[in-house]
Each structure stands twice: as C-alpha cells, then as structure tokens.
C-alpha cells in the first residue's frame, strides 16, 4: 500500500517545465481534434464501424513510437497486430446494416482515421511526459478543450432536462476525467506495441453497445473480427510467440 505521503505528492500537481506544459497543451489540441472528428464519423458510419475504423490508431501508434521514442518492434508483436487489423478489416467489411456503401459513409470512414491519427499522436506526447503525474495531464487538456470549444458551446443550442444535464456531467467526470487519469497513468507505463495491442479491446465493446442500446445486428464477420482482436490482445499481453517451441530432447545436440 501506498503511504500517506506519496498519495499526498500524487495529488499535489508539482512542477511542470514550460517545455512540458507546450507539449501538455499540444496533447490538449490533439485529444480536442479526435473527438470533435470522431463523433462526426458517428452520423456517417455506425458507432461500431466508426470505432472499429478508429482503432487503427494503434498500428500509427506503434508507428510513431518507432520513429520518435526508438522502440523496437519485434517480429511477434508485428504478427499479433497484423492479426489484429485482420480482425478488424473483416468487422469494416461488414459495413452499414443497409449494404450502402454511399458517401457518408465513406466520409465517415475517413473522419474515424483522421481521429485515429490524433489520438496516436496524443498518446506519443503522454508517452513524452512521463514525469507529469496523469491527473495534471489531464487537468490541462481539460482546460484546452474548455477554451478551445467555447466559442462553439456559446453559437450551439444547450441542452434541456435533468437527464440530459446528468448524461454529460457523468460523461464528463467519469467517462472522460478519470478515464483519462487512468489511460495517461497506463500509457506512461506500457510500451507503445502493449498499449496499441490493448487498444482493439475497444471495439469490441463498442459493437456490443451498438447491439444493446441501438439495436444494430452483429454480421458473422464482425463476430470473427472481433475474436481475432481479442486473440491478439492475448498473444501482445502474454507474451505469446509465434515459433513451436521443440521439446527438449530434440534440442540438445546429439552425441
């Protein structure tokens, strides 16, 4: 257990460099331009399909941990996410319930990528402030986010009704302030190819709400896709490699 002390340092924020509140405020900008573009891609692909399309974020993720923090992918991980993004090629495959491939759909598709590409390059920028406790982190995306979208908060419509003010506090508090403490905490402990294995859990839950709440049917391809993103979460998690492993008898040089 963590000591009375050391909870009271995690909770106060600290320093912070100026060098590392740009890049904070950069991650800030990038987290605000992944969801402004992922809920766009909703009213043009389903929730499923758009968050499905969206978690390629993690092969850009890997990408760009590569390029910028020198990780090194080996050739097990680069299989278990090629299995991955098989699975999730067979759930885009299965397109809107319609069979249309019309062109907000398209739009769609392409709106999920670009928020993809964001949320990789605020991930890489966690990944960069790794002496910045998570919670300040998202502290200041939270501000970013607020000036950056009030002036559009200010021309909108507000909403209406108890229930509704309640959905977006608990969306706001919950499912995007501790969410985030939590993903920034996870980020600055994983390695990039981890985190982006992980990542494909995501929609997998997301087909699921889709089902539940919205009623839309999961095609037996989106079933395959979404065991095979599971598989690959366990082959990057557990450490799973891709060569039969000779008994030892055959391995030792004969005589």
């Keep these: 257990m963590q000591s009375s002390s050391e909870n009271d340092s995690y909770l106060r924020p600290g320093r912070i460099s100026r060098?590392?509140?740009a890049l904070a405020v950069a991650g800030g900008l990038a987290i605000v331009a992944n969801w402004l573009l992922?809920?766009?891609?909703?009213?043009?692909?389903s929730i499923s399909?758009?968050?499905?399309?969206?978690?390629?974020?993690p092969f850009m993720l890997v990408g760009l941990g590569a390029l910028f923090l020198g990780e090194r992918l080996t050739l097990a991980r680069f299989g278990w996410l090629v299995l991955a993004f098989g699975g999730m090629l067979l759930i885009v495959r299965a397109g809107p319930d319609a069979g249309a491939m019309d062109g907000r759909y398209l739009v769609g598709i392409l709106l999920a990528l670009g928020a993809a590409f964001c949320y990789a390059l605020a991930a890489l920028i966690a990944k960069k402030?790794?002496?910045v406790p998570p919670h300040l982190i998202a502290l200041i995306h939270v501000i970013v986010g607020t000036v950056t979208l009030l002036?559009?908060?200010l021309q909108a419509d507000w909403p209406t009704g108890a229930a509704t003010?309640?959905?977006?506090?608990?969306?706001?508090?919950v499912h995007t302030g501790v969410m985030y403490i939590l993903l920034y905490g996870a980020i600055q402990k994983l390695s990039t190819s981890l985190t982006g294995a992980l990542s494909f859990i995501y929609p997998i839950v997301a087909i699921l709400v889709d089902r539940l709440a919205f009623g839309h049917h999961l095609h037996p391809s989106q079933i395959a896709g979404a065991t095979l993103i599971l598989l690959a979460a366990a082959g990057m998690t557990m450490g799973w490699s891709w060569r039969k492993r000779l008994p030892s008898a055959a391995r030792k040089p004969s005589a």
């Design 19 to 21: 060098r590392q509140l």
């Design 38 to 45: 992922l809920f766009s891609a909703y009213s043009g692909a």
């Design 49 to 57: 399909i758009a968050t499905a399309v969206y978690n390629t974020q």
């Design 129 to 131: 402030l790794k002496d």
């Design 151 to 153: 002036p559009m908060s």
């Design 165 to 173: 003010w309640t959905t977006l506090v608990t969306l706001g508090f």
